[in-house]
């Protein structure tokens, strides 16, 4: 699985940021890690303040499954590490009900 990191001019996404982006990543997508090919994250300033504010950080992951659609979900909150929490909270839940109901169907 690879894992693609990019913030936006405003974020700061220095080394130690990739690398913790990448490590919580792995920890909570490692079950579903033989169905994915690659993670896209990518975290942006939505009010272009470079200040920390109520849900001006925004967060967006996708997902790209080895065979199916790309799940994607978007969170907002105050800062990046926040937000990108969030974000593969819900990543987490939506393979979790995508990947389950699939298997359930498997004979």
């Not at 920890?27 to 890690?33: G, K, T, V």
């Not at 303040?49 to 925004?58: H, K, L, M």
């Not at 907002?76 to 937000?83: I, L, N």
């Amino acid at each position: 699985m690879d894992i693609q990191f990019n913030t936006g001019n405003k974020v700061d996404g220095d080394a130690r940021m990739g690398a913790h982006v990448e490590a919580r990543l792995r920890e909570r997508l490692a079950r579903f890690e033989r169905r994915l090919s690659r993670i896209e994250v990518h975290i942006r300033d939505t009010d272009g303040t470079r200040r920390e504010g109520p849900d001006g950080i925004e967060a967006t992951i996708e997902a790209r499954p080895k065979s199916g659609d790309p799940i994607a979900v978007t969170e907002r909150r105050e800062s990046p590490e926040a937000a990108f929490s969030a974000a593969v909270q819900t990543l987490v839940a939506r393979m979790d009900a995508v990947f389950g109901k699939s298997d359930r169907l498997r004979p």
